[in-house]
């Protein structure tokens, strides 16, 4: 465990290295500044809550595409609720909207045995139309003022982490060393301060609770009863039911918790996020949760690290197109490190195809000097497709994931 | 051996019957929801959907659906799940309009001409999820979504910058427009001959006709061919597949790459039929119906066909909705509900057909 947390330090360490010698070059220096990496952990989160979501839920054996459409349910509720009721009750809602939204998944998969793919499908169309009626109604009945945006939500505080980031606890003011330490422009120093206030300092209330479920997740699935038995039903439960596992209850529950944590997410994205719910707000995220839990091997921490990548292209689309354009010498940067790995293991047909791609990269990169807007929007979708292809080879699903369990072996 | 063949015909009607009451339960809850009787809106939109203007924008609203079904079902009878029709409808779209334009051909042959670049373009877009799924096993579920936006944001940036029609001057940007010869003709004249009259704002795209010629050659190379047996086989049992010989991998590839082609089309209608440009007012979302039509059809022809007019059916009737005060969007709950419903329905039948069969058997073999 220790090791495997100083490995991820250390790459941590090297990717702010890198971007920072890209900054330095192209001199995009959106690319490790504190508002950019303080814009990456809040579209981090709804991918965590939803890569966490999809965790409880394929550990128990049921592939959960309908991820998508619990968000959209808890993003439209939570705004729907948070306008009337406040922030923290609109935050509840979203979470019982995304369980609602699971119950129905659960039911269909658990209880009837329907293909796990073709509900979770099913659950995306009806959530998005069901969201789509229901605004309407409040828009016709005069308390929204359009059909696809509700009334803005009183926001949440924010606070820092103390001594290191700034914030007020009890009156007492605290220092902020990292802000002081990133404005003195010291070489790479400045830069991984930045990044660190970026990730510390003003953080939402609910940021803090969100990521707290990574650790939370970890501990429930691997350190308790319910944990194991929640992934026996998902690796092999007939050996489970064998041994006293209940597991249809088993798989209500992480589908149900699945559905809770989405919920939760798209209501982030409505109230913390943004202080509105507006239609198309969730935009694929539950997918790209999907992704980052795929690219994370089913692991909290992989999880944390693929939603945390998406995040970060995320933020630099949303807020300098420069910065993309500079993202495209880091795919360079990466593709020249394939190369130089495949000519190590003598594949060289595959080394000069990777060369070729890089070098046109470079060619895009020295030609154009901004990214065309419709392009830019476009970074979290692409880098999705290419975190995807280039780590999901060494994937270990649980084992039973997607298959319709009978109990005492029915089909 | 007849009270069987009973019970299997009852056992065929139940599950969309018991769908359809479902969904209808659902639906009138909605409406109650907001206060009106369901009973006035049922009829409302019954009278309006069956009149021969409606009539014809259902057909004109099921003919995309249905090829865009199609391209799903090919899919999924490989035991694959293509979700990104959407964007492969929508590039094919733009790039058979824009390509489309630039030269002239003989009518027919120019029409097939933008058929064959659609689907190239669509062919080669899913073609990079089939790609990435043999070579890298990234689940094709989550690839073609991404693909998805990725084409939204690629049509549009290329309609804007490059594919733009500057000569005339219009708020939408549109591709140029296509010459006569590549304009699918409208059925009106064949349908005046057997005695429909013309209607304001009517008429049916010719493409309907391909639809229906495409449903039969779906249904014949799935079920009557060597290469729809393989697909079929790859897709219930890759292993099985294997070892009698079939490359499940290359029919993988085969099959995300055939259904982008036909999903290709989807987008054509329209465009040949009726803008004969691609233009902002491009319709987003057939691909998503098309996956609930897909899903409701069975993936057979037939049943795509059914369910692609009742969703046509439902879109079109229920604008007049807005006559007596209720949310046209009512369509989304029913087709909604009647999607799930039928799935369910579907698996509790085949699973009651199957303890049906082992209780015979057990039977037999007593006896």
Known sequence: MKTKALKFLRYATMLVFVLTVIRQITGATDLTSVGTASAALLLSVPIVLAGLGGLFSERSGVVNIGLEGMMVMGAWAGGMIGTKHGPWIGLIAAIFFGGVGALVHAIATITFGVDHVVSGVAINIIAMGLVRYLSTLLYKSGSWLGPSQSPDVNSIPTNSLPILSGGQYFGWKSPDLLGSLAEKHWFFISDLA?????????????????????????????????????????????????????????????????????????????????????????????????????????????????????????????RDSASVHALILLIVVVLVGLVVRDVRKGKIVKAVLTLAFAGLSLWYFLAVDELPGQLVTMTPYIATLLIMSLASQRLRMPAADGIPYRRGGLR | MKKIKLSTLVLAVAAPLAAALVSIVISSLAVLASHKSPFDAYKTMWEFGTTSSSLMQMLNTATPYYIAAVAIAITFRAGLFNIGVEGQLRLGAIFGAYLGAKFILPPVLHIIAIMVIAMTIGGLWAAIAGYLKVKRGVSEVISTIMLNSLAGGLSSYLLANYFVDRTTNSNNMSTKTLPASGQFPDLMPLLNKIGVEDQPGGGVYGMLIFAVALGIVFWFVINRTRFGFELRASGSNPIAARFSGVNSKRMTFVAMALSGAVAGLAGLPAVLGDTHAFNMGFRTGIGFSAIAVALLGRNNPTGMAFSALLFGFLEVSSRSLELIDIAPETYVIMQGSILLSSVIAYEVVRRYKITLQSKELAKAVAA
């Open chain 1, 194 to 318: 930045a990044i660190l206030r970026g990730i510390t300092g003003d953080l939402s209330y609910v940021t803090v609770i969100a990521m707290a479920m990574v650790p939370l997740s970890l501990f429930v699935l691997w350190k308790t009863a319910f944990g194991l038995r929640l992934r026996s039903a998902g690796e092999a439960p007939i050996a489970a039911e064998s041994l006293g596992v209940n597991v249809y209850a088993m798989k209500y529950a992480g589908v149900l918790i699945s559905g809770a944590l989405a919920g939760l997410g798209g209501g982030f994205l409505a109230i913390v996020a943004a202080n509105h719910y507006q239609e198309n707000q969730v935009a694929g995220r539950g997918y790209i949760g999907l992704a980052a839990l795929l690219f994370g091997n089913y692991r909290p921490g992989g999880i944390l690290m693929g939603a945390g990548l998406f995040g970060f292209a995320d933020a630099l689309q949303l």
